[in-house]
């Protein structure tokens, strides 16, 4: 035995794990947490998943109570929506014959649909309760001003995109409480000058509740707005970073502990 | 007669411009265009909701001073010694389904009030509910039209 032949083809075994191990560091690119400031700064940054948190943050944002974390429990709950939502599409059609059969059988023979459809039905009207408390605290805590202004008015995009998703799932269920507040809905927005009467009818498919607004509400509801809204809150968290994170006073600004200015 | 430059005097649109402002410029109309397609696209062209047509009975099936709700078709068919007429009972303020009442009709969504023949009375409405045009149909049956409004006070004879 000598050492050239053994090396020349190592044994299969150890090639199994050299791929192993080659594979194991093209996912995790940077081992385990690194231990010096500048390579968890890489790690952070260079992560799709990490990079929306900034690799350094103001010690002043970091008190909870500053932003009730509004704006996480927003984005959380639109993820629980989008899953919850999916999972109700395998049941749910937009058929005007079949839509509330369907919404009652999620309620009472399928497995854990009660479930699904019940936190949907919460998370949505918790998500729109977020979303006003959130902005409250951007104005509240002057979040809104230079340089932010830009991400404030992609933030009120985002409020009318999350109410355009209440309203468009309203509908869905196809009980009488959908049918009138859809009826109601759309003739109000029927009084609008000029664009009303048009508008009215091109959510409604036509003069009526009927199927035809129905499946407009639907395709609204699981594919448009969620879309529009998963854009501009990409665009939102980018805003965030750039704008140098969570708006604070300057750290000179900072009165001293247990002293005023 | 003084020599002028002809070239010097054209205004400062030079090659490069040019061609960006037509570049966009196309850009722009197909982009408006195409805006215009999806809006016509979306525009609802065939009318899927209910027949604005509907029977309603012989007229012999009315008695005098009767006010006969047809839930369904939203509409109540009402005979006295004018004749016939048909009033919608889609409330004129936001659409909901009004109920008679003694004075007339009531809206249970916003308290809208309307009399015998339809005319606000109280309440948010801003017009009277509208009158449908009532004729009768060749197998001799009510016939009511959804389509075509006629004033309030229009009786039809049979």
Redesign the interface.
């Given at each position: 035995m000598n050492d050239s032949t053994q090396n020349a083809r190592p044994a299969p075994r150890n090639r199994l794990a050299e791929f192993g191990n080659h594979i194991y560091r093209s996912l995790f690119r940077y081992g385990r947490v690194p231990q010096d400031a500048e390579g968890q700064s890489y790690a952070v940054f260079n992560s799709l998943f990490l990079h929306i948190h900034p690799v350094k943050v103001s010690r002043h944002s970091l008190r909870f109570g500053y932003t009730l974390g509004l704006g996480v429990i927003a984005t959380a709950l639109f993820l629980v929506l989008t899953f919850t939502g999916i999972w109700l599409m395998f049941y749910y059609f937009p058929s005007a014959s079949e839509a509330y059969n369907r919404m009652l059988d999620l309620r009472s023979a399928v497995d854990f649909g009660f479930v699904l459809r019940n936190v949907h039905k919460w998370g949505a009207e918790l998500m729109v309760l977020v979303v006003i408390l959130h902005m409250a605290r951007v104005f509240f805590t002057g979040a809104y001003k230079p340089p932010r202004e830009f991400n404030w008015l992609v933030g009120i995009l985002l409020l009318l995109l999350t109410l355009g998703l209440s309203f468009t799932g309203y509908l869905l269920p196809w009980d009488q409480l959908a049918f009138?507040a859809i009826?109601?809905g759309?003739?109000?927005a029927g009084y609008a000058p000029v664009l009303g009467p048009?508008l009215r009818?091109?959510l409604?498919?036509?003069?009526?509740v009927?199927?035809?607004a129905l499946v407009r509400f639907y395709v609204l509801h699981v594919v448009i707005l969620p879309g529009l809204l998963s854009i501009f809150l990409a665009v939102h968290f980018w805003r965030i970073r750039k704008d140098g994170g969570l708006s604070h006073p300057d750290d000179n600004d900072i009165p001293p502990k247990g002293g005023g200015r | 007669m003084k020599k002028t430059n002809v070239r010097m005097q054209q205004p400062g649109m030079d090659r490069r411009t040019f061609l960006t402002a037509l570049g966009l410029g196309g850009v722009g109309v197909s982009a408006l265009i195409a805006a215009v397609g999806n809006l016509l696209y979306?525009?609802?062209a065939v009318?899927?909701?209910?027949p604005t047509v509907i029977r309603a009975g012989r007229p012999g099936e009315y008695k005098e001073g009767i006010k006969e709700v047809l839930e369904d078709q939203r509409v109540v068919i009402v005979r006295d010694k004018k004749g016939f007429a048909a009033i919608s009972i889609t409330c004129t303020?936001?659409?909901?389904t009004v109920g008679t009442s003694d004075a007339g009709f009531e809206c249970p969504?916003h308290g809208s009030q309307y009399d015998n023949d339809g005319f606000v009375t109280g309440g948010p409405a801003p017009r009277p509910l509208d009158w449908y045009q009532v004729s009768i149909a060749p197998n001799g049956e009510l016939e009511i039209d959804k389509s075509v409004k006629v004033p309030p006070g229009t009786f039809f004879k049979a």
């Open positions: 009138w009826t109601v759309t003739s109000i048009p009818r091109f409604l498919g036509g003069d009526v009927g199927q035809e | 979306l525009k609802p009318d899927y909701g209910p303020h936001l659409g909901c969504c």
